[in-house]
């Protein structure tokens, strides 16, 4: 089995800002038609703060531009596109292809209004890419106002230990929750049912 990678530099404090963000959202009370376009942006942001200065970063990349995704032209037509790509060099224009060996990670945002089979859906898609290439980390990351997600975390809000967690669909696509960053009111201690806001690093087929 291959050794576990490190979560990116950017990771833990990108998704620790988001936290906060989105508590700043509920308490503004503007979470409730929070979309995920938005959480995406305000994600970008935060993923650019905190990148190195050799990382690039791109929002709405379609598949078919990854040549290591696309190897057999099997996305030669599709419109499918990820929410952020980061790379390590970036493209001259947004209708042609990155090289081969550009890209670094592929990101899917989900939050806690997304239909459950959407998530997987999700999931067991970064999964298939990852098939076509080791190379390219692949993430969600999911996110939930003033809920704890129960499908990522345990009875007190951390995250799920198992490192063979897989989707619940006939893929069955292994996942690892690598990191949970979670914004609250209450210190863990005395917040006994972990509620807050959380944003949550999935690593699909690690």
Known sequence: MAKLLPIPAWAAPSLQGLAYWLGSQHAMRLAANLSEGAIAWELSRLIFTHRTDEQFLEAEVQYRHIPELNAKKQLAHSRERADLVVSNAPRSDQGVSYRRGQVDAIIEIKHNRSRKQLVWADIDYLG???????????????????????????????????????????????????????????????????????????????
């Not at 969600?140 to 230990?161: C, H, Q, R, W």
């Not at 210190?187 to 049912?193: A, E, L």
Request: include cysteine; hydrophobic fraction near 35%; charged fraction near 25%.
């Open 128 to 206: 298939e890419q990852r098939t076509s290439s080791k190379g390219i980390r692949a993430f969600l990351i999911y996110t939930s106002v003033n809920m704890k997600p129960d499908i990522f975390t345990d009875e007190i809000g951390a995250a799920k230990k198992s490192k063979n967690l897989q989707t619940p669909t006939h893929l069955q696509t292994s996942y690892r929750v690598r990191r949970v960053c979670r914004a609250t009111h209450l210190i863990p201690g005395r917040n006994k049912t972990a509620i807050g806001h959380y944003a949550v690093l999935i690593e699909v087929s690690p």
